[in-house]
C-alpha cells in the first residue's frame, strides 16, 4: 500500500455524534414521558402537575422569633401535631443578627395558629411575641408571580429567536437554528418540570418562587451552551463547502464539547457542594438548577443540534409523509 493510499481515521467520524441523533430523540422522549406521567398522576392526586406552595396556592405565613436555642425539627414537629405535615421553614435573620423562623402553611384560622404558637412557646422555646407575626397570603399573588414568570419566559424565547435569526442572518435559513434552540429550552423547561413533579410525589416538594428562579437561571445557560455549537457551525460553513451539512455540525459539535462540558461543570460542583453541605432551604432549588443544566448541556449537543441536522435533510418531512402514507393505505 503506498503513502497515498493511507487513510488516517477522521475525528469526525471516529466520534459521529450526530448519526446516533434518534436515539437522542428517544431518550429525551422517554424522560420526558415519564414527567408528563408523573405530572398527570399529581394531577389526580393534588390537583395540579406539580404540588404548589403558600407562595401560589395560598395560605398562612408565621415569622417567629424565639428567645432562646430553637430547631427546624422542633418547629416541623408542632405543626405535624396540628395536621400541617409538609410546612416551609426557613432560618432567616434581620439586620441586627436577630435569628427569624418563617413558616409557611396552608390558609390556618386564628384560633389555631393561637393555639401553634403557645404549643411553639412551650415545647420548642418561649416567644418574643412583639417580633412574631402571623400573615395571611392570597391566591392572587401566586397567579401574578406565574403570570409574570410565564412572560418572562414567553419574552425571552421571542427575543432569543429575534437574536438568533439576526446574528446568523448570512447563515441560510436562519429561522431555523432560532426554532430549533426554543426547542431546546422547551426540553429543558419539561425535564425541570418532570423532576420537581416526581420529586412533589415522592418528597412533597412544592414550586415556589425560588423554583421559577432556578428555570430561568436554567434556561439562560441551556441558550449559552446552544449558540455556542450553533455559532461554530456558522464559522465553519464557508470554510467547508464541500462537506455534507451533516459533517460540518459533527465537526462543529467536537470542536466545542470541551468548552460547554467545562463551563456547566465547574458550575454542576459548586452545586452538587452546596446540595451535600448547605441547608435545607437551598437544597430543592440548587437541585432543580443542577438537573436543569445537566438537561441543557444535554440538549445543547443532543438536542438543538441533531434538530436541525433534520430540519436541514427534510426528514421532518419525510415522517409526515410516511405517516400519510399509513392513514391512506388504512
Given amino acids: 500500500m503506498t503513502k497515498s493510499q493511507l487513510v488516517v481515521p477522521r475525528r ?8 446516533k441523533r434518534r436515539w437522542y ?22 390537583g395540579t402537575p406539580v404540588r404548589l406552595s403558600v407562595d401560589f396556592a395560598g395560605g398562612s ?12 425539627d422542633a418547629i416541623r414537629r408542632v405543626f405535624a401535631k396540628h395536621g400541617f405535615s409538609n410546612p416551609i421553614v426557613n432560618r ?13 402553611t396552608k390558609a390556618i384560622r386564628p384560633e389555631e395558629a393561637e393555639v401553634i404558637i403557645n404549643e411553639l412557646a412551650e415545647k420548642v422555646a418561649p416567644l418574643d411575641r412583639g417580633q412574631s407575626t402571623l400573615d395571611s397570603v392570597s391566591p392572587a399573588i401566586g397567579e401574578e408571580v406565574t403570570r409574570a414568570a410565564t412572560l418572562a419566559v414567553a419574552t425571552a424565547s421571542v427575543v432569543i429567536l429575534g437574536f438568533i435569526v439576526v446574528a446568523f442572518r448570512r447563515v441560510p435559513k436562519a429561522f431555523r437554528y432560532g426554532t430549533c434552540a426554543i426547542a431546546s429550552l422547551i426540553h429543558d423547561i419539561l425535564v425541570a418540570l418532570s423532576f420537581f ?9 412544592e414550586v415556589d ?26 464559522e465553519n460553513i464557508p470554510k467547508r463547502r464541500g462537506e455534507p451539512f451533516e459533517m460540518i455540525v459533527n465537526r462543529s459539535i467536537l470542536e466545542t464539547i470541551h468548552r460547554s462540558l467545562a463551563t456547566q461543570l465547574n458550575a454542576m460542583f459548586v452545586m452538587i457542594a452546596i446540595l451535600l453541605f448547605g ?10 438548577m443542577l438537573v436543569g443544566m445537566l438537561s441543557g448541556t444535554y440538549s445543547s449537543i443532543f438536542t438543538a443540534v441533531p434538530l436541525l441536522v433534520v430540519w436541514e435533510k427534510g426528514e421532518i418531512g419525510q415522517i409526515f409523509q410516511r405517516l400519510r402514507g399509513r392513514r391512506a393505505t388504512a
Fill in 25 to 46: 430523540f428517544l431518550i429525551s422522549a422517554c424522560v420526558i414521558g415519564l414527567g408528563i406521567a408523573a405530572m398527570i398522576y399529581s394531577t389526580v392526586r393534588f
Fill in 61 to 72: 405565613r408565621f415569622l417567629l422569633k424565639f428567645e432562646g436555642p430553637a430547631t427546624e
Fill in 279 to 288: 441547608g435545607g432551604t437551598v437544597k430543592q432549588f440548587v437541585a432543580t
Fill in 92 to 104: 432567616l435573620e434581620d439586620s441586627q443578627g436577630n435569628v427569624l423562623w418563617q413558616v409557611r
Fill in 12 to 19: 469526525d467520524i471516529m466520534f459521529d455524534i450526530v448519526g
Fill in 197 to 205: 413533579s416526581i420529586m412533589g410525589i415522592l418528597r412533597g416538594w
Fill in 209 to 234: 418562587a425560588l423554583f421559577l428562579t432556578a428555570i430561568l437561571t436554567v434556561i439562560g445557560f441551556s441558550v449559552q451552551d446552544t449558540i455556542v455549537v450553533f455559532d461554530r457551525i456558522r
